[in-house]
């Protein structure tokens, strides 16, 4: 039977990617901070869907817990098929005055971390020759928003670079560039992004089963980049292809807006 390895699995889109996996019948491995929450996930997919769940303590900005992952990847006996590097959080501080160690914490969570479990997986998954590797990076690659959108340009340019590394070696690397998605990242970020009128929230939020389902097919299909939802995808190829000049005026935007 397949596993799966997801960090940040024990909520929001890491415990969605969790849920459809298991459904479909994958074993998995899950890491995260919060050893109850993880527990509780564990316990609900083991009795809903009868797969063996494995669940690591992991803190991802301690360089250790990574190498810890790292070396449950490469284990020879025990081999992962799908690494999803699917842990981060907000930081929407301004760069004049966020925090080194906070700006530090930043990378080592969302770049490096995930750099260093994808290594290791893409290591063990080309010498089996297959695998698949997930790294969700974010829409606000393409803006100029701050720090949050700084370190995740590196992750979406890190995972493409990856896959054309990989290319021909049987193991499939994608980048996902979600936008806002209905799960609690911008309340436990703190900031007001999600203050929209009810009316527009559906068109501004995905579900995060939505984005799953859409980060899986692209996978299937061998795509290196994907922007679920439609909407989204256009507002992504508007950044890209606008004069920065006025990406810059968007991003003030919506810098503006969450403070």
């Not at 590097?85 to 990378?107: K, M, Q, W, Y």
Request: positive net charge.
């Amino acid at each position: 039977m397949a596993t799966a390895l997801i960090t940040g699995g024990s909520v929001g889109l890491g415990r969605a990617f969790a849920r459809r996996l298991a459904r479909d019948g994958w074993d998995l491995v899950l890491a995260s901070r919060d050893q109850d929450g993880l527990e509780q996930v564990a316990s609900d997919l083991r009795s809903i869907h009868g797969v063996a769940v494995e669940v690591i303590r992991s803190d991802l900005s301690e360089r250790g817990d990574s190498l810890r992952l790292a070396a449950r990847l490469e284990d020879p006996d025990r081999p992962v098929d799908l690494l999803v590097n699917n842990a981060g959080f907000g930081i929407h501080d301004p760069l004049a005055t966020c925090s080194v160690e906070r700006l530090a914490r930043a990378v080592e969570v969302m770049d490096l971390a995930p750099a260093i479990l994808a290594a290791a997986a893409a290591r063990a998954m080309r010498e089996r020759g297959r695998g698949g590797i997930v790294n969700i990076t974010s829409s606000a690659a393409v803006l100029r928003t701050g720090a949050y959108a700084a370190v995740k340009a590196w992750a979406t340019v890190y995972s493409q670079s990856l896959a054309i590394e990989l290319a021909d070696s049987g193991v499939r690397v994608l980048a996902v560039m979600p936008g806002w998605i209905e799960t609690e990242f911008h309340k436990r970020a703190g900031i007001q992004a999600n203050a929209f009128p009810a009316a527009l929230k559906p068109l501004v939020y995905v579900p995060a089963d939505q984005v799953v389902d859409q980060a899986l097919e692209a996978l299937a299909k061998g795509k290196t980049t994907c922007v679920p939802t439609k909407r989204w995808a256009a507002a992504v190829w508007l950044a890209r292809v606008i004069p920065e000049s006025l990406n810059r005026k968007v991003s003030a935007a919506l810098t503006d807006s969450r403070t």
